[in-house]
């Protein structure tokens, strides 16, 4: 079965500044997404970014982008120019390419304050 | 944008009554799923749903849940008899092709609180 971790329970960042989330993740499936979802205070799920695992190229969405190294079985989210607005709880998440439309395996997620 | 939309959005019910949570997906998906959220942890898979029937199931999901979609646009799940260890965020979320028909990710709803006394 995949596991996904997230070793910080919380971390912070001055607004403006960038910070980096960790994520690794367990799993013998060489085709496979992972995705990085925003949970802010209303706990609706958004979803932030995806990386599709047969892509080298690291996503990115605006601010937000990933570290995706396959072989160390990591996948960093990194935001930039942190806004208020990004203060949240952020779960990274794991999905088998081989079953059409399968589950979602989470992560413990990670508490980010930002500080004004 | 399409929503999942997610009725009611709290509920309070008594340890060993019945309830029915209310989801509506978005309309050209064909995958749905309940997860499950005990306050402060991690989001737990429930059960996914295609075709009119189970796809997957987790342990959790035991003989006292089930899932339905009884109308094609309407998907519920129903805890027959609430347990203490029920209260929990569920989320209804649904799967589908997003512009070009490629996988693109799943749209959740808002959630619904439901609190077990």
């Known amino acids: 079965a995949q596991t996904v971790t997230q070793s910080q329970p919380e971390m912070s960042v001055q607004e403006a500044e960038t910070v980096t989330l960790s994520c690794t993740y367990d799993?013998?499936?060489?085709?496979?997404?992972l995705f990085w979802y925003k949970q802010p205070p209303s706990r609706q799920m958004i979803l932030v970014i995806r990386?599709?695992?047969?892509?080298?190229q690291n996503a990115t969405e605006n601010r937000f982008s990933v570290n995706f190294q396959k072989a160390a079985k990591s996948f960093s989210l990194k935001i930039s120019d942190s806004q208020l607005g990004d203060a949240a709880m952020y779960f990274c998440a794991y999905r088998s390419a081989g079953v059409s439309y399968g589950k979602l395996t989470f992560g413990q997620g990670t508490i980010l304050t930002v500080h004004p | 944008e399409p929503e999942v939309t997610q009725t009611p959005s709290h509920q309070v019910t008594q340890m060993g009554q019945e309830v029915i949570l209310r989801c509506v997906p978005i309309?050209?998906?064909?995958?749905f799923y309940w997860y499950r959220q005990i306050l402060g942890q991690k989001v737990e898979f429930l059960v996914s749903?295609?075709?009119?029937?189970?796809?997957?199931k987790s342990e959790i999901f035991d003989d006292q849940f089930s899932v339905e979609r009884p109308d094609g646009s309407n998907f519920t799940l129903k805890i027959r008899s609430t347990k203490l260890e029920d209260s929990a965020m569920y989320f209804c979320a649904s799967g589908g092709p997003g512009a070009g028909g490629q996988f693109y990710g799943y749209t959740f709803g808002s959630g619904t609180r439901l609190t077990v006394v």
């Open positions: 749903f295609y075709n009119n029937e189970i796809s997957e």
């Open positions: 309309s050209n998906h064909l995958y």
């Open positions: 799993t013998s499936e060489s085709d496979y997404y």
């Open positions: 990386q599709e695992a047969y892509k080298q």
